[in-house]
Every structure is written in structure tokens, then in C-alpha cells.
């Protein structure tokens, strides 16, 4: 597995240097003039919107194991590479590799793009489906935010009735806490969880926090840390991946 790591970085790192000029823009999507503001704190986030493809190197604290992804934008195919196992989205299926045990959650299919997501916001937001508003401020650890929700359509996602509100620094115009919700595992009334942005780099132009901390919350407060990972090598490539590399491996299993 370090082979294929090492692998797709070089690859990774080719696809960085090819002109992006070959590459045809889309049309930026119609966003609201204050989520447009916050977007253009985080950097030229047009670059995330007309990239192919997108990779980064990521740290689970405290346990120190390391996760690289590689992913497609537009179809979200994913892999991700520890030394323990190995996880993919072909587009239609999530699979493990070399088994189901080698993974110790509770779903394969609700971790494949967990971390891809947040890392991403607030550019993910810009998808089809997603609609942002500007909504009454809200308050963590005593200070105020001024506050948007993202909010999903029904057809939308594995839980489109999960909840998001990002919470922007007054000053940096920028994603300081996300607020959200976890509804795939059935809970209808699920607790609001905080997930704090820190520590911004600069990626070419397009700026990623490089480190993510969740907390429990509670009345509007952060309470005990439930996690913490930090982000490394973020790239945004003008190729996609070989479709190749997201099929599942022969000793691997698809899974939920």
C-alpha cells in the first residue's frame, strides 16, 4: 500500500505542473454576494471550482496514522491509502481493501468522504443542490459569529436532512467553526456537533485550514475534543485520476 501511495503522489505532483490552459472553466454558479465575500477570503475558490481533481495527506492526532486521498471533483470517486486498508468510491459502490475488519468503524460508505467534505467547505458548498443563506448570528464559547446555512435538497447526498451552519470570523471573513448534524445513522433529533478551522495555508492561490478539531457542544459552548486531524500537501490538479485507480482491488469487498 506505500507503493500505491507513493505512486499516486508522484502522480499527483505531475498533474500539478500540466498547463492549465487546457483546461475549459465552467460557469460559476449564482451565489449570494455575502457567500461570494466569504468565499473570496478563502482565495481564488474558482480554482476549486474548475479544478478535475484534488489530493492531500491527512493526520489522525493522538493516534498519529496517516490517510491520503485522491479524488475526482466532478464525480466524486475517492480513494483513500493508510497502511491498514485501503478505501474506495468507483461512483456507484464504496469497497475496503483487504477486508471489512481492516476498517474499525461503523460504515465504510459514511467514512469514504467524511474528512473530503470538511476539509473542502466552504467550496463544496457551490454544488448543485446546495443552497447558502446568511442566517442570525450565533455565539460559541461567548463570542458572536456571523453565521450561513447551507441547506441540501432532498435528492441530494446519503442525509440530506443533516444540519450545517458555518460560523465566519468577523475579521478574516473566513470559516472559523462549522456547526452540523449527523441524521445517517437513523437519529431524527441528532445533537449539533462543532468542528473548529485553524491554521489556514496557502495552496496556489486557494486557502485549507490545516487543522480540524471536533468538539461535543453544548449551549452554544465547545465541550470535550471528540477529534482532531491535521492536513498536509493539499493539491488541486487540472487532470482527473485514472478512473482506474477508484475500481475496487481484487482482495478487496464492497461494503456499507
Known sequence: MQKFSLALTILALFLATLSCESIKEKALPELSPEFTEVLNAHGEWQKWYNAKAESYAMIHEGVMTEEDAF???????????????????????????????????????????????????????????????????????????????????????????????????????????????????GNENPPFNALKYEDYRNSDGVFFPRILTGYAFENDSTKSIKYQVSFADALLLDEEFDAGIFEKPENGVFAD
Open 71 to 185: 479524488v475526482n471533483l466532478e464525480s466524486r470517486k475517492i480513494r483513500l491509502s493508510t497502511s491498514e486498508f485501503e478505501i474506495g468510491f468507483d461512483g456507484k459502490e464504496t469497497w475496503i481493501s483487504p477486508n471489512r475488519e481492516a476498517y474499525k468503524g461503523n460504515s465504510v460508505k459514511f467514512y469514504h468522504n467524511l474528512y473530503f467534505y470538511f476539509f473542502n467547505i466552504p467550496y463544496i458548498f457551490t454544488d448543485p443542490g446546495v443552497t447558502v443563506e446568511k442566517v442570525s448570528d450565533k455565539s460559541v464559547n461567548g463570542m458572536i459569529y456571523p453565521t450561513f446555512q447551507a441547506k441540501f435538497e432532498a435528492d441530494k447526498g446519503s442525509s440530506p436532512d443533516d444540519q450545517y451552519f458555518m460560523l465566519i470570523n468577523p475579521e478574516t471573513n473566513r470559516l472559523e467553526y462549522l456547526l452540523y448534524t449527523v441524521t445517517y445513522f
